[in-house]
């Protein structure tokens, strides 16, 4: 049996292999674009080794970036979250789920690996390569999240959050500005409850217009007073616009009363 000392000098004379097999040049080149400097450079060239390179070339690659992805995916969830959570905008549960669930996407991380150009400092095995493994998606995307364990085991998690943040700082402005991710209804619901111990109550002010292209605006009230009204080509649609509205009331008559 290894002590826990032994085992750590193992894994570290495994990194050390893998950083052999990377060019200096290689390492600090992506190094620069996460702005971030590994202590341990062999974990980054873990990271960015496909288990195909692995099963191809054992001796030069005994380690590969499956178990960095898999820390790194947990990383990164926790970072996304922690900053709504600790956001001014008071995020309901169901909106810092949605949002989540998209930065974490496979199509976000590919996006952001390809905004660095991770896929040219990725060592993959010859049929990856000859299909295309470097502009794969799901390559892309998983090497990125192994990035981000590497960092988080190289220096804890306040390094890897740092560069986190930095890298999706676009996505993060644009999913917490699109109301695609809001779900106004429930958060009016939350609050609501919250507050006043009650479920809000729309009521229909009218609807017109043909058949096929009617308008219906609706009243949202809160223990018999009105707090919002929206307009919408469904009830579903003037019901949401009613309850932003109600919202937004909610936190201006927040702020005075503080």
């Avoid at 991710?181 to 009650?198: C, H, P």
């Amino acid at each position: 049996m290894f002590s826990r000392s032994g085992k750590s000098a193992i894994a570290l004379s495994l990194t050390s292999v893998l950083y052999l097999t990377m060019s200096k040049q290689d390492i600090a080149g992506l190094e620069i674009k996460l702005g971030y400097s590994f202590k341990n450079k062999g974990l980054l060239s873990e990271a960015l080794t496909h288990k195909s390179f692995h099963h191809e070339n054992p001796g030069k690659a005994p380690l590969y970036n499956e178990r960095l992805e898999f820390l790194g995916d947990s990383v990164l969830g926790l970072v996304v979250v922690e900053f709504l959570f600790r956001s001014d905008k008071n995020y309901s549960e169901s909106t810092m789920s949605k949002i989540k669930s998209y930065l974490v996407k496979e199509s976000v991380l590919s996006d952001v690996a390809e905004g660095i150009l991770l896929g040219t400092y990725l060592r993959l095995g010859r049929g990856e390569e000859e299909t295309g493994g470097r502009e794969k998606k799901s390559i892309l995307a998983d090497a990125m999240e192994a990035v981000f364990g590497a960092i988080y085991c190289d220096r804890g998690y306040e390094s890897a959050r740092d560069v986190i943040l930095r890298l999706l700082t676009d996505k993060i402005e644009a999913a917490t500005s699109s109301e695609q991710f809001f779900d106004f209804k429930t958060d009016l619901q939350e609050e609501s409850q919250v507050r006043f111990g009650v479920l809000p109550q729309y009521k229909m002010v009218k609807q017109e217009g043909e058949e096929h292209k009617k308008m219906f605006t609706i009243d949202v009230f809160i223990k018999g007073d009105k707090f919002g009204r929206g307009a919408g080509r469904s009830k579903k649609e003037a019901e949401t616009a009613a309850a932003k509205e109600a919202l937004a009331k909610l936190k201006v008559d927040l702020l005075s009363i503080k």
